[in-house]
């Protein structure tokens, strides 16, 4: 709970908060009560962003190894307290959406991949990697998204009438559509912005509606697991939201940014906003890793402010 990421306009009353932890306690008793390790799911880690201003590169770098390392601090935080401890299952969901978000399927495998070499890095972890390949081995990918939506997808329409309806669903659509418009908004593109903005909001809807398949399938393959979010979620909500990673936009994530030393502690940052405040690009095993800021950049800069209205890189 002290991870919580909560929406920023619906907090709770007080902190900590019995409406939220209220909802995950039967999950997490129905562990304890078994003596064995307390099991959360986290739809998350898809691939890199497509837009080269906003990430490093499509392979896992700083930003996803710090995000890793913190779900296995959290784990080993938990088994100070619980014997068994918890494990953590990464339901990377690239897979899900590609088609949609316009990440090449091949990129998706190899972030995949690197992803579960960094966990296996790492150490004796309690994280482990799920995917839509797991789910239907020897399928082409198009037909596992087929499958997938086969059997847990519902109708396109279900989804428009809850955005509509307000609340959490429209939050989530709204946050969803700013993202695929910054990943498709790359210098190569030649359309108008308006329609950009009417091409992601249907794209919006299609990736609502892969995702909620994907939480079905998880839901019956981990029926018993806490379920976690990397998006804010509204107080007392079904899931669970945590922040991976410091970062001062609530909707950031590690495959939509770069991880930026500021002084012994990291922050998540777009790679523009980054480049913009002057930091130093760092490279690990000869490859873009992360940005360290100078020090005598102010700490008190906010890095977007530097960056001009549709400046880019
Ligand atoms: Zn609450």
């Excluded at 109708?155 to 955005?163: G, H, Y």
């Excluded at 002057?278 to 906010?302: C, I, K, W």
Aim: hydrophobic letters at 40%; proline letters at 5%; a positive charge.
């Amino acid at each position: 709970m002290a991870h919580q990421r909560l929406a920023t306009d619906d907090r709770c009353v007080r902190r900590p908060c019995d409406r939220c932890i209220e909802v995950h306690r039967g999950r997490v008793m129905w562990f304890v009560s078994r003596g064995i390790p307390v099991e959360f799911v986290l739809p998350a880690f898809p691939a890199k962003s497509p837009n080269t201003a906003k990430v490093l590169g499509a392979t896992p770098d700083m930003a996803e190894r710090l995000s890793l390392q913190f779900l296995c601090a959290i784990c080993d935080r938990v088994r100070q307290i619980y014997q068994a401890g918890a494990k953590i299952i990464v339901c990377s969901d690239g897979r899900v959406f590609s088609d949609l978000v316009q990440i090449a399927d091949s990129n998706v495998s190899c972030y995949q991949a690197e992803l579960r070499a960094m966990i296996d890095s790492i150490g004796p972890s309690s994280l482990s990697l799920f995917n839509l390949d797991d789910e239907y081995p020897g399928f082409t990918h198009t037909a596992m998204r087929h499958m997938l939506m086969g059997f847990y997808g519902e109708e396109l329409e279900l989804f428009k009438q809850q955005v509509h309806a307000g609340g959490e669903q429209l939050r989530l659509y709204r946050g969803i559509t700013r993202f695929l418009v910054e990943d498709a908004d790359t210098p190569d593109y030649q359309g108008s912005r308006a329609a950009l903005q009417r091409e992601c909001r249907e794209r919006a809807y299609g990736v609502i509606q892969r995702s909620k398949a994907w939480g079905k399938l998880l839901a019956q393959r981990f029926p018993d697991a806490v379920r976690l979010s990397i998006h804010p979620q509204a107080c007392g909500s079904a899931k669970l939201g945590i922040k991976l990673v410091e970062t001062s936009d609530n909707w950031l994530t590690p495959w939509h940014g770069t991880a930026v030393d500021v002084g012994g502690r990291f922050m998540l940052m777009k790679q523009y906003e980054a480049e913009a405040m002057g930091a130093d690009l760092v490279y690990v095993d000869g490859r873009p890793s992360h940005y360290m800021a100078r020090a005598s950049e102010p700490q008190s800069t906010r890095p977007r402010a530097l960056v001009r209205s549709g400046e880019r890189r």
